[in-house]
């Protein structure tokens, strides 16, 4: 069966052929790095999350010490999980995954966290990153979505659905 390239609407380029579906082995050098452009920020922005849940499960203090000291090592077994997943997706597409602390500040919207504030203000703080978390992987779904990719499109959607549910467990905890 002969592959023959076209040039879709959104201007990257598709393999199309009577009965065979299009996937990431078929994809386009550019195509191939869009996507671990937006899974990079996604890996970045997790990866700074990660090390501020990390801190916060270790100082958390007060209180609510239980519930926290709890839920946040939860919460960031969880990243590492997605994280790790993130990371294989970038090596499917043939690309690298950031890997270096550097590279992860460098280029994450979310900000490390070197104090430790009182537990009211780390969920505050842990809101505004699942905000920020939330919006990068919606992007990524999108271009996913755009770009055919099934794979990327359904890990990523299980993350959106993870965050979502930690914002409002975080938000209902926060809302005394």
């Not at 393999?15 to 996604?42: E, F, Y």
């Not at 294989?88 to 966290?113: A, G, N, Q």
């Amino acid at each position: 069966m002969k592959t023959k390239t076209t040039s879709p609407s959104n201007g990257h380029s598709a393999p199309v052929s009577s009965g065979r579906k299009r996937h990431t082995l078929h994809w386009s050098a550019a195509d191939r790095k869009a996507i671990t452009d937006k899974l990079n920020g996604l890996l970045a922005n997790y990866q700074v999350h990660y090390q501020k849940l990390r801190n916060y499960h270790w100082n958390v203090k007060g209180g609510d010490f239980f519930d926290l000291h709890v839920e946040l090592e939860a919460q960031y077994q969880e990243a590492q999980l997605n994280i790790d997943l993130i990371a294989e997706r970038i090596r499917v597409f043939r690309e690298r995954p950031l890997s270096c602390m550097s590279e992860y500040l460098e280029h994450s919207s979310i900000k490390e966290d070197t104090t430790v504030p009182a537990a009211d203000h780390m969920v505050k703080n842990l809101l505004a990153d699942y905000v920020a978390l939330l919006d990068f992987a919606v992007e990524a779904a999108e271009l996913a979505m755009e770009l055919q990719d099934m794979g990327t499109e359904e890990m990523v959607k299980g993350f959106i659905k993870q965050v979502e549910k930690h914002h409002w467990m975080l938000s209902a905890f926060n809302a005394k």
